[in-house]
């Protein structure tokens, strides 16, 4: 049987300084092993929980499949060691894995692990051209609600998570996991398997951003990234690069914008136009009409 995806332990809590006997969730964390024809591609330490998205969604953020349809079936099979995911790819994408074999093993969602190449770990993902713009205030009032959709947090306190946050849907899609980076993966294949537009949106992410993140949001189609915590700075470059506007270290108070402020609509004026001044980042091509490509 499969693990569930948090486990009850029994502990001794310390609080204002008196030491009383209690028990809490704490998050499950288990090898997963993503195979291909036969042979497996990355094992990955994951919650065991929405299994199917994280295969889908770690399928389209490494380059495996091209879209969701290319993913004809995932096998959920459990082992001593923990959990196969025996994805059936179509046969161009079978190919493309083939040709592109790497092995690759890491902890709690890391997502860089057995690379063949330093230069890989920093690739430039293809561009984001989405035009939308997004109000400051939404943005900040979404990040702040986003732990009232956090199940599996609330009962651990230790879980990541990624939601798909829209103008008119607000937040729609949330996933969970151990890692910020598998949170984001099964998130990706969520809205992939249910044919959703990430253009019109942004990601809010519970953790700092690192240039994995900003290449997983990049490959989604996704052209705001929202965090509760600072970004990397080669994320930042990264992030310019690719048209991603990173919006971090979010409070109830505001945030930071460190790429393509363009994208967001401040309430004050002046601070707008301080955005716009000659020091910002340079602004994004315009949009066209084009799907994100992988």
């Known amino acids: 049987m499969i693990p569930a995806p948090t486990e009850r332990h029994s ?15 704490l998050p499950e964390e288990t090898p997963v092993a993503i195979t291909y024809r036969g042979s497996t591609h990355a094992v990955m330490m994951a919650t065991p929980a929405d299994l199917e998205d994280f295969a889908t969604g770690f399928s389209l953020s ?23 995911l025996r994805v059936t790819l179509s ?3 079978g190919t493309r894995v083939a040709e592109r074999r790497r092995a690759m093993a890491g902890p ?3 997502g860089l692990c057995g690379l063949d190449s330093l230069a890989e770990a920093a690739r ?51 996933r969970e996991d151990v890692g910020r980076h598998n949170a984001l993966d099964k998130l990706s294949g969520a ?22 993140l900003v290449q997983k949001t990049a490959i989604l189609g996704a052209p705001v990234l929202v965090a509760i915590s600072a970004p990397t700075a080669l994320a930042v470059r990264v992030a310019t690069a690719a048209g991603v ?12 914008v460190f790429t393509h402020p363009d994208r967001i609509r401040f309430d004050d004026e002046a601070l707008a136009f301080a955005f716009a001044s000659p020091g910002a980042p340079a602004a994004r091509r315009p949009a066209t009409c084009a799907s994100p490509a992988i």
């Open 245 to 256: 506007t990173l919006a971090c270290v979010t409070r109830r108070d505001g945030f930071d």
């Open 91 to 93: 046969d161009d994408a």
């Open 191 to 212: 809205l992939a398997r249910t044919g959703c537009d990430a253009a019109g949106g942004a990601v809010i992410m519970t953790s700092r951003v690192s240039v994995e």
């Open 124 to 174: 430039l993902p293809p561009p984001v051209v989405a035009d939308a713009t997004f109000s400051a205030r939404d943005l900040v009032e979404a990040t702040a609600t986003l732990s009232s959709f956090q199940t599996l947090n609330g009962v651990t306190r230790a879980m990541h998570a990624a939601a798909f946050w829209s103008p008119r849907r607000a937040i729609e899609t949330v």
């Open 108 to 110: 709690v969602g890391c």
């Open 62 to 84: 490494e380059g495996a499949a091209a879209t969701a349809a290319d993913v004809l079936d995932t096998e959920i099979l459990e082992w001593d060691e923990g959990v196969e």
């Open 11 to 25: 502990c001794i809590a310390w609080r204002n300084l008196r030491a009383l006997p209690s028990n809490r969730h």
